[in-house]
């Protein structure tokens, strides 16, 4: 008994969740649900109002029976009498089916969504969600019922972007069938909120190591913790990752231990992933960081294809490696003992880490930027 009602409280969380995943403050679509008739969109398809013979054309009416004598009678999405936009799939991959620029904030999540349904069985339609070009998450099917409305909603951050051109797009190549109806279009700014609850965030400098610490209070379905860091405040690198351990009902303390062989002021962040790929990020917390001087430079710092490698006389360092955040090697050598200046001309810029060993067996590690 206790197994099923465990089992009833994760479905009901799930149900939720994906309901949230849809939850907008606003929609930022203009006639989304085509109660306008065919007006502030576009499509690559073309408008034959109550004939939608042969592929490629699409008409905006109450019943999609009324525009082709194969499609099924449908009602709309929301109202069960109002507009729909009903479509005759033609058989090329790719045609944006509806499109409609949005203006946007920047750095800002939204939510992408629409209601679908198949009007007439054979060779349902696989749509595809696109933002100023570029696709948006995965493909998905119309429904093989007719007149079954299902709703689809993709997550995307606005970045730099102040405009978006949000699509629609077919890439089903069947020719026969592929019919179908859209309704209730909507962007807007994702009122979604990650199941974390966050207690306490810091960072601490001691002895060449920064330490990130943070305690939860609660996590739902929560994947992994990724430790990010940053020079600039504005630019960050993954550094780290933790997946998330907390058993139900009980807090947990984490802790990250990041190795910076460089004094300066560094920024940190977390940012949270649950199980089904939403973000949220921490605040940012800074650091003034101290070390151990060494008389081992490496310089250009920034540097853009080269750097050079300082070494004192009667001085040598082994196992020399250029490392990306993640730990992965990109660059090796053995031994050295007289100046020598590497050539790195594929890196992509970012901050990266020289690591060594010094003749006295002293690990060292020092951020590498590059520009």
């Keep these: 008994m206790k197994k099923s009602t ?18 907008i403050s606003s929609n930022l679509v203009v006639n989304g649900d085509f109660e306008l008739g065919f007006s502030d969109f576009t499509s690559d398809y073309g408008y034959s109002p109550g004939d939608l013979v042969p592929e490629g054309k699409f008409d905006v009416i109450s019943d999609p029976n009324l525009s082709h004598s194969n499609f099924a009678s449908c009602s709309d999405n929301s109202s069960g009498s109002g507009n729909m936009m009903v479509v005759n799939g033609a058989g090329t991959a790719g045609e944006r089916i509806w499109c409609q620029t949005v203006a946007v904030d920047q750095s800002k999540e939204y939510s992408f969504s629409a209601h679908v349904t198949s009007v007439h069985p054979a060779s349902p339609a696989i749509f595809q969600f696109s933002i100023n070009g570029v696709s948006l ?38 020719a026969a069938g592929n019919d179908f109806a859209i309704d209730d279009i909507k962007m807007g700014e994702l009122m979604y909120v990650l199941p974390v609850e966050l207690g306490d965030f810091k960072v601490t400098s001691d002895d060449g190591e920064v330490k990130v610490h943070w305690f939860v209070y609660e996590e ?24 998330g351990e907390m058993e139900y009902g009980n807090s947990k303390s984490y802790e990250f231990n990041d190795h910076v062989s460089i004094a300066g002021t560094y920024y940190y962040r977390l940012k949270m ?26 310089y250009p710092n920034p540097m853009i294809d080269q750097f050079c ?17 993640m730990g992965k090697v990109l660059y090796y050598e053995k031994k050295m003992d007289e100046v020598k200046c590497i050539s790195l001309p594929g890196l992509n810029p970012g901050s990266y880490f020289l690591q060594f060993k010094t003749s006295e067996d002293e690990l060292q590690r020092t951020v590498l930027v590059k520009q």
Aim: proline fraction near 2%.
């Design 309 to 325: 490698v300082n070494i004192n006389e009667n001085e040598f360092i082994e196992d020399l490696m250029v490392l990306d955040p």
């Design 220 to 243: 739902i379905d929560h994947d992994r913790y990724e430790i990010e860091r940053s020079v600039d405040g504005e630019n960050w690198d993954l550094i780290g990752s933790q997946n």
């Design 273 to 298: 992933v649950s199980n089904f790929g939403e973000v949220e990020y921490s605040d940012v917390r800074a650091i003034s960081h101290e070390v151990a001087s060494t008389s081992i430079k490496a």
């Design 6 to 23: 465990t089992s009833t409280i994760f479905l009901i969380f799930f149900s939720l969740f994906i309901s949230a995943q849809c939850s």
């Design 137 to 174: 998450g995965s493909s998905y099917n119309a429904p093989t019922t007719t007149c079954s409305w299902n709703q689809f909603c993709e997550t995307w951050n606005s970045g730099l972007n102040s405009s978006a051109e949000i699509c629609i797009v077919n890439q089903n190549t069947a």
